[in-house]
């Protein structure tokens, strides 16, 4: 029996036992996944205090989620091999770490390799919280409890931004690390009390050529896409077109080599999932949705900040409610699932995502602030509208044995959609900026607007094609 042959309740765990684990991991991973976008309010602060441009200060945030990227291919192979319980206590100490590093930087270097460090450990964690709710939740609770993780993946990155603001406005950027350090440290200390959740192991050697690929696969894309605004500045130490190359033929090959490995169990990423439908189309909107998700974050405090001169506490008051209703719909959105499952719920938010990033592209010099708010709310809206939904359906409609690779190739993609949509959104801002040197201006937004709106629109036909039969 393998780690992926668990059955829903494993020997030795109590539903209420069960129900802990999952709420711990819930908990840990919230407070990791708000990391994710805690720097964007601070991009303008970083950049005078750091002395830095606005394309490097971004990869604060698109390189935590690029690092997370890179390792979470591996997650399939370390739940595999590891117990739950060494998996758990292993990412809360890369987090806490990498939390302890970045609160002591004294520049930016030292600052890129904390986030890095962080995103090691909150890379591992996504993985192993929807592999532990897909086999300790039945069937029939499976999208409440989903709905809960949305909380985490998706209002945990909303609400960063708030919290952001309101730490700059009174205290210095390394304080949002201090203030997350010590409830980092008592989340590690709980989860080696209660984090007694086994499981069986199985000792499968790991491809290192595979995550030399990956690693080059995924990087690659990310950093050509992110080079491409520095091109246009002529401070890009690369042409933006060679690392995307390579990039993408590295990901060629390391489909080809897991494809091989998979035969006789040795994949470092099995890709069978990716062999049925209904968890392509899923994943393919959750995707969509997470680069829409993920520029808004980015672009709307940049807009606000250098166009409307608002200060961060203020920006991050306005993406508040935003996040707070996302908060609020998903354990409902997620009960609905339950009863009426993805497909009436998933083609309106598909259709009112499109619809909200259409109005950004409306934004001028004197848009008022209450306007984007109410944008905001509508985005966050649609967003939780498909996110329980695909995320459940996807991760529903593969065998036991698949669960862990499964989890590992949706949070891979939600990860590597996030830091290509970051680094794609500022590109555009920065190279169709009207006024040379600022991080946003009306031409600038607008223009990284429109490719949002664009990707949004693309994800109305493909929600269409959500299967009509809830999965089992």
């Given at each position: ?105 004294p520049g930016f270097a030292m600052l890129m390799t904390g986030r890095v460090v962080q995103a090691l450990g909150t890379a591992v964690m ?249 944008l905001h709310v509508v985005l966050m809206t649609s967003l939780s509208l498909m996110f329980t939904p695909l995320m459940t359906d996807a ?78």
């Open positions: 029996m393998t780690a992926h042959d668990a059955p829903p309740a494993p020997a030795g765990t109590a539903p209420r036992s069960a129900s802990t684990v999952v709420w711990l991991l819930v908990g840990s991973a919230f407070v990791m996944i708000l990391n994710e976008t805690i720097m964007s309010v601070a991009l303008p602060v970083l950049v005078t205090d750091l002395q830095v441009t606005v394309g490097t200060a971004q990869w604060l945030t698109s390189g935590f989620l690029l690092a997370m990227s890179v390792v979470i291919p591996v997650t399939g192979y370390l739940l595999q091999r590891l117990t739950p319980r060494t998996v758990y206590l292993g990412s809360m100490t890369a987090f806490s770490l990498g939390t302890l590093i970045c609160a002591l930087s996504l993985p192993l919280l929807m592999t532990s709710v897909m086999r300790l939740v039945p069937a029939e609770r499976r999208g409440a409890t989903m709905g809960t993780i949305t909380v985490v993946i998706a209002v945990a990155p909303a609400i960063g931004p708030t919290i952001s603001g309101l730490v700059l406005s009174t205290l210095g950027w390394r304080w949002m690390f201090l203030i997350v350090l010590p409830i980092a440290l008592i989340a590690l200390a709980v989860g080696t009390v209660l984090m007694r959740l086994s499981g069986e192991t199985r000792a499968i050697p790991l491809d290192w050529v595979s995550v030399v690929l990956s690693a080059l696969g995924f990087g690659g894309l990310v950093f050509g896409l992110s080079s491409i605004g520095e091109a246009a500045r002529g401070e890009a130490l690369l042409p933006p077109w060679l690392p995307m190359v390579v990039g993408a033929v590295a990901l060629l090959v390391f489909v080809l080599r897991q494809l091989r490995l998979q035969r006789d169990g040795r994949a470092l990423l099995d890709l069978r999932p990716l062999t049925i439908r209904p968890f392509v189309v899923s994943v393919a909107l959750v995707v969509l949705g997470m680069m829409s998700l993920f520029g808004a974050l980015i672009l709307l405090p940049l807009y606000m900040q250098d166009v409307l001169k608002v200060s961060a506490f203020v920006t991050g008051l306005a993406v508040l409610p935003g996040g707070l209703v996302m908060g609020l719909l998903g354990p409902i959105v997620g009960r609905l699932y339950d009863r009426v499952g993805a497909r009436p719920l998933v083609i309106p938010g598909a259709v009112v995502l499109a619809l909200s990033l259409w109005g950004f592209t409306t934004i001028g010099a004197a848009t008022p602030i209450g306007l984007l708010v109410g991760l529903g409609r593969l065998p036991g044995e698949l669960d862990s690779h499964g989890s590992a190739i949706l949070a891979t993609l939600q990860q590597v959609a996030g830091a290509a949509g970051t680094a794609l959104f500022v590109t555009l801002m920065v190279v169709f900026a009207a006024t040379p040197g600022v991080a946003a201006d009306v031409p600038g937004a607008r223009a990284a607007f429109l490719c949002a709106a664009i990707i949004a629109t693309v994800a109305v036909p493909i929600s269409l094609m959500v299967s009509r039969k809830q999965a089992a």
